[in-house]
């Protein structure tokens, strides 16, 4: 019973740490992408001011961004089939699809922040 629950626990654990990588990992790559307009066309002359460092602040946001959907498809607990596979590269076929899962998620993240934002600023909200 309590080995039961305890894996219940850590499978919800798992799902919800690897959706909260997803909406991180979407999240900064729209501030990665909002840096990098600015540093390049803005310079620092719109409402917001540049960071002190942008260019060290863009690379570890990008980093981290791109970084954030590879643990997500980690920490994603993975299904038990009663009869053991014998293909050795069923698991990192597995692994692969969900990183290309949780990088598709990331950038529909990314699109439904900027179009939420957009629409914010649009009505007067924002």
């Keep these: 019973m309590a080995n039961s629950l305890q ?9 919800t740490a690897a959706v909260i990588s997803v909406l991180m990992s979407g ?3 729209v501030y990665f992408w909002g840096l990098r307009e600015e540093w390049m066309y803005g310079r620092g002359l719109s409402s917001q001011p540049l960071p002190s460092r942008p260019l060290v602040r863009m690379a570890v ?14 920490l994603m607990p993975q299904r038990r089939r009663a009869v053991m596979q014998t293909r050795i590269g069923s698991h990192s076929l597995n692994y692969a699809f969900r990183v290309i899962l949780f990088f598709l998620g ?6 439904f922040v900027v179009a939420v934002s957009m629409w914010l ?5 924002g």
């Excluded at 990008?62 to 970084?67: K, V």
């Excluded at 990331?106 to 699109?111: I, S």
């Design 27 to 29: 999240w900064l790559l």
């Design 61 to 74: 946001v990008l980093i981290f961004g791109l970084a954030l959907p590879f643990i997500g498809a980690w």
């Design 7 to 15: 894996a219940k626990f850590a499978r919800f654990f798992g799902y």
């Design 106 to 111: 990331a950038l529909l993240v990314a699109v």
């Design 121 to 125: 600023l649009d009505s007067g909200l």
